[in-house]
């Protein structure tokens, strides 16, 4: 299957409604060239802008669900629109990842399960997500997972338990942790024998210079393609049905002794 990593660049400057027309736009822009497509974690706010989540919090089906499902529809793509700061009128904030289907319908909702901060920053003003997520296309079962998520691998291994082959990671990642960001995409994928799709921004959020550096990495960990530092379309073609045949020349997976069950069959 073909994916496109949209590394959108995000700013102060720009408005998160320009941007979200923009967005749209260049998801329109992959009609034909791919079956999926992955946006970065709150590109219309930008991950550090701590103080514009409020303000600019929506509800699951606000202004960027819109924007989205049609951009999704118009183009024929599953969509991976990156995340949202979500308002629940009957809770706190959300981090909130929506994946479309390709008639423009909400396949899955995910709410960020680790939020950064440290007691402080999306620690303190978002809720916790408690729900793992996966979702199956007719080429793969993705399992979503944003950001932060990254450094915490029995997730990971939760979702592949749950039957994911594809790990989609939708991220505003600081360009001062861009080593970790690489090494950690790779480590996710050879102890999980997944494809990770793994999708930043560009540009700087709240004066936070961001990685970029989209990266798609092979179930052995192998670099199968990276973008550069600022906006890209990073476009690569994969076999989603080269895991099964990985994890079945390699078993390791069945040499689980510790913590979760081995993947279900």
């Known amino acids: 299957m073909r994916a496109s990593l949209i590394q959108i660049h995000v700013d102060d400057d720009e408005s998160p409604n320009s941007r979200r027309l923009r967005a749209a736009s260049m998801v329109r822009d992959q009609a034909g060239s791919a079956d999926l497509v992955v946006l970065p974690e709150l590109w219309t706010t930008g991950a550090f802008a701590y103080e514009a989540f409020a303000a600019e919090a929506e509800p699951l089906a606000g202004p960027t669900y819109e924007a989205m499902a049609k951009a999704a529809s118009d183009a024929g793509v599953w969509l991976h629109a990156g995340t949202i700061p979500e308002r629940d009128p009957d809770g706190p904030l959300y981090n909130t990842a929506l994946v479309f289907s390709p008639d423009g319908e909400l396949a899955a909702a995910y709410r960020k399960i680790h939020r950064f901060g440290f007691d ?146």
Request: with cysteine; glycine share 10%.
């Open 120 to 265: 402080k920053g999306e620690a303190v003003l978002m809720g916790a997500g408690e729900e793992l997520v996966t979702v199956r296309l007719p080429e793969t079962v993705l399992g979503v997972t944003t950001c932060y998520d990254l450094r915490f691998p029995e997730l990971y291994r939760g979702l592949v338990d749950r039957g994911a082959e594809t790990l989609l990671v939708s991220a505003g990642w600081p360009d001062r942790r861009r080593a970790h960001w690489t090494l950690l995409a790779q480590a996710r994928a050879v102890e999980n024998q997944a494809y990770v799709l793994a999708c930043g921004t560009a540009g700087t959020h709240a004066g936070v210079p961001q990685a970029g550096h989209s990266v798609v990495v092979d179930p052995w960990g192998q670099i199968v393609a990276e973008a550069g530092a600022g906006e890209e379309v990073l476009t690569v073609e994969f076999d989603a049905a080269g895991v099964a045949a990985t994890r079945e020349r390699f078993p390791a997976l069945k040499d689980r002794r510790l913590g979760l069950e081995p993947p279900r069959r």
